[in-house]
């Protein structure tokens, strides 16, 4: 690791600490070139750990980024701000699944993370990616689909 304060590569690790909740491996890093310390936070990649089952496509954190950013189309604001956190929380969610990475898997654990941040993305985005197939009363997922997607 480089040091941030004068690009010098040869750092040490002082102290290292894992998560016990999410993926993320937290490091106190020491130059002695600059005598600067400094902390990085680590987390995996799921494109290069979890391929997307029976593809060829790897994941990718860009394009889910995108795909959240759109369903914001209530407020487009929000959704430039908090695509980027929404969708590294979705990946941090996909890479503790012992589960096979499906592009349904995907969408399913998109859709509830953004169910539990903003049900009107969360709604757009279903119906943007086939999750749900008819809307009745004022914008509400019909109950056969809201099952499926509830694992009932």
Request: glycine share 2%.
């Amino acid at each position: 690791m480089f040091c941030i304060n004068c690009l010098q590569r040869n750092t040490r690790t002082t102290n290292t600490r894992p998560s016990k909740k999410s993926p993320h491996v937290w490091r106190r890093r020491y130059c002695p070139h600059c005598n600067t310390t400094f902390t990085t936070y680590e987390r995996p990649s799921l494109a290069d750990n979890k391929p997307v089952a029976d593809t060829a496509v790897q994941f990718n954190l860009g394009r889910l980024i995108i795909s959240i950013s759109d369903s914001f189309t209530h407020n487009t604001q929000d959704g430039r701000e908090n695509a980027l956190w929404l969708a590294q929380t979705i990946e941090d969610n996909l890479s503790l699944t012992k589960e096979p990475l499906t592009f349904n898997h995907i969408a399913t654990t998109t859709y509830k993370v953004l169910k539990y941040y903003d049900e009107l993305a969360a709604l757009q985005y279903a119906a943007k990616h086939r999750l749900i197939s008819s809307v009745r009363r004022r914008g509400r997922p019909s109950l056969r689909e809201h099952e499926q997607l509830n694992g009932e």
